[in-house]
C-alpha cells in the first residue's frame, strides 16, 4: 500500500506562499497524488491532484518530482482561511489518509 | 456545498445500540466510500461500494456492515456500539474510472455519533 508522509504541522503568515510537503516514496506508477483539506471538523475538500507533471488550478499549485517520491502543495498566498488541515493520499486500492498537516495561517 | 448528503448530522445513542447512518453521493456518482474520523484523528477509510458492490475494505470492525442500494445510496450499520465508536464519520463519492482506479472524492459534511 502506498503510504504518505507529512509534517504534523505549519505555520505560515498571511500573503505569503504556504509549502506543504509530503512524502510518497512507496507510490506505483499508475497512482495518483491528490490532496485535500478539511477545516476544523467539516468534510474533507478536493484540493488538486497529479501523476507526473505540475498542476495549477484556481485553489492551488502541486509540484511532483520526477522520481514521483514526493510532491508539494503550493498556496501561493495564503489567507486566514487556508487555516486547516491539509491531507496527501494516493489513489490506491486502499485509500489512506494520514493525520495530515494541521497548518496555521497568522496575520 | 459537495453535492453529498448524510443524515442524521448529529445521532446520541447508548452502548450496545444499533444506528445506520445515511449517505447520498453526487447526481452520477457510482461509488461511495466511508471513513471513521475519532477525536484529533485522522481519517480512517472503512469500505468502499461501487455501483452496488463492495469493491475496497479498510479497517472496518465486524460489528460495522454497509450497502449501496439500487439507487446508489449508502447505508452504514453499526452494532453493539461502545463508547470508542463515538465519532465523526464521513461518507464521499466520486467517478471512477473502468480501470478500478479512484477518483477525485467529494466528501459530504459527516453525522457525528456520540455513544453514552
Known amino acids: 500500500d502506498a503510504k504518505t508522509t507529512q509534517p504534523t504541522s505549519m505555520d505560515c503568515a498571511e500573503g505569503r506562499a504556504a509549502n506543504l510537503p509530503c512524502n510518497h516514496s512507496?507510490?506505483?506508477?499508475?497512482?495518483?497524488v491528490y490532496w485535500y483539506r478539511q477545516i476544523h471538523s467539516q468534510g474533507p475538500q478536493y484540493i488538486i491532484h497529479?501523476?507526473?507533471n505540475n498542476e495549477t488550478n484556481e485553489m492551488a499549485s502541486l509540484i511532483i518530482t520526477e522520481d514521483r517520491k514526493s510532491s508539494t502543495l503550493i498556496l501561493p498566498h495564503a489567507t486566514l482561511r487556508d487555516t486547516a488541515v491539509y491531507y496527501c493520499?494516493?489513489?490506491?486500492?486502499?485509500?489512506?489518509f494520514g493525520t495530515g498537516t494541521r497548518l496555521q495561517v497568522f496575520p | 456545498d459537495s453535492g453529498v448528503t448524510q443524515t442524521p448530522k448529529h445521532l446520541i445513542t447508548a452502548t450496545g445500540q444499533r444506528v445506520t447512518l445515511r449517505c447520498s453521493p453526487r447526481?452520477?456518482?457510482?461509488?461511495v466510500y466511508w471513513y471513521q474520523q475519532s477525536l484529533d484523528q485522522g481519517l480512517q477509510f472503512l469500505i468502499q461500494?461501487?455501483?452496488?458492490?463492495?469493491?475496497a475494505k479498510g479497517n472496518i470492525l465486524e460489528r460495522f456492515s454497509a450497502q449501496q442500494f439500487p439507487d446508489l445510496h449508502s447505508e452504514l450499520n453499526l452494532s453493539s456500539l461502545e463508547l470508542g465508536d463515538s465519532a465523526l464519520y464521513f461518507c464521499?463519492?466520486?467517478?471512477?474510472?473502468?480501470?478500478?482506479?479512484?477518483?477525485?472524492?467529494?466528501f459530504g459534511p459527516g453525522t457525528r455519533l456520540t455513544v453514552l
Open positions: 497529479g501523476l507526473k
Open positions: 464521499a463519492s466520486s467517478v471512477d474510472p473502468p480501470s478500478g482506479m479512484k477518483g477525485t472524492q467529494y
Open positions: 461500494y461501487y455501483n452496488g458492490e463492495e469493491r
Open positions: 447526481s452520477g456518482d457510482l461509488s
Open positions: 493520499t494516493s489513489a490506491d486500492q486502499k485509500l489512506i
Open positions: 512507496t507510490i506505483s506508477g499508475n497512482e495518483y
